[in-house]
């Protein structure tokens, strides 16, 4: 059995109920080269709307979750730039990767879970995925990776060559992402997320349909209770690492602001609360519907409080 070494990193913020695998691990290591990564997350206010489309309606899975928090406009504000690499396999393109984790510190590649004992599916199910490599022995084959552990808090691993090539081969898409980073002036960024704050809340429109109909939902026999249930399960998971990104957001650009940012984390935590009822209703197989929509209505009404007080904020600025 492996020991897992957690990555340094703050686990409660940097976590997987927003991101999927790419972005949080990109965060992580781009935040420690570049301290104002976190104002990405201006988008992070998804509208429920955009969730109910996506995880409800288009039934995606979580991580497939289209965000917008990490477009190449928003990235290149911040002097960040993405770039990839594409190879036949590993053997193809270790020569650039080697380089690249000594020039950047991290690059992060595509493979499948198969073949790397950490993941729960080793040896079982072939799926998707993205790690880290962030440190390379030349002379004895073997990379630091880093990768979330089976409770998806973020570990640091050591493998070999041949299990790094494996999970990179067995894939579909054989992919390398790194970043490269240029000067860029921190006040102009400032500037540029404030006006990018603005311009998205003056776009921005929620009918909050998820929330508002979530009984009658459950009520309708269309499909089985367990489906709606998980796909609840993932809406309610977005919104909560969603409005607790924001509120991160709000404490850096707004730090003045505290009751609003405050409002924007008791949104994480409610939503977070929503998530669990639907946890214990999987395992107990009962649920309190009632409840659920009460405390789905509370949300609605201090969520309509956000956006006045931001509305209202940026107004002023």
């Not at 690499?85 to 270790?94: N, P, S, T, Y």
């Not at 607790?244 to 609003?260: G, M, R, W």
């Amino acid at each position: 059995m492996m020991t897992d070494i957690l990555y340094p990193h703050d686990a409660q913020l940097y976590d997987r109920r927003f991101m999927n695998c790419a972005e949080r691990h990109a965060v992580v290591f781009l935040k420690e080269r570049r301290a104002q990564t976190d104002l990405l997350f201006y988008r992070a206010l998804i509208s429920s709307d955009e969730i109910f489309r996506q995880i409800i309606q288009q039934k995606k899975p979580k991580y497939n979750f289209v965000n917008g928090c990490f477009s190449e406009p928003d990235l290149n504000a911040l002097g960040i730039y993405p770039h990839e690499l594409r190879g036949e396999c590993f053997a193809q393109i270790k020569p650039d990767i080697d380089a690249l984790i000594r020039q950047h510190g991290f690059v992060l590649i595509s493979g499948s879970v198969f073949y790397f004992p950490h993941c729960p599916e080793y040896r079982q199910k072939h799926l998707h995925h993205l790690v880290v490599l962030n440190g390379t022995d030349e002379v004895h084959g073997r990379y630091q990776v880093a990768d979330d552990n089976p409770a998806s808090v973020l570990c640091q691993y050591q493998y070999g060559l041949q299990d790094v090539a494996g999970f990179f081969d067995n894939n579909g898409d054989r992919l390398a992402r790194w970043f490269t980073l240029d000067n860029y002036d921190s006040d102009e960024a400032t500037h540029y997320f404030q006006h990018a704050l603005r311009d998205y809340l003056s776009h921005y429109q929620d009918s909050q349909q998820f929330l508002s109909d979530i009984e009658d939902y459950l009520k309708d026999n269309f499909e089985a209770r367990e489906i709606k249930l998980q796909l609840l399960h993932d809406g309610f998971s977005l919104l909560s690492g969603s409005r607790t990104l924001f509120a991160h957001y709000l404490s850096l650009q707004h730090p003045d602001q505290d009751a609003i940012t405050e409002l924007a984390r008791q949104l994480g935590q409610q939503a977070f609360i929503l998530k669990s009822l639907v946890v214990k209703a999987r395992i107990t197989q009962r649920l309190d519907m009632a409840d659920l929509a009460t405390r789905a209505r509370q949300f609605q009404e201090q969520e309509s409080a956000l956006l006045q007080a931001l509305r209202t904020l940026l107004r002023g600025h």
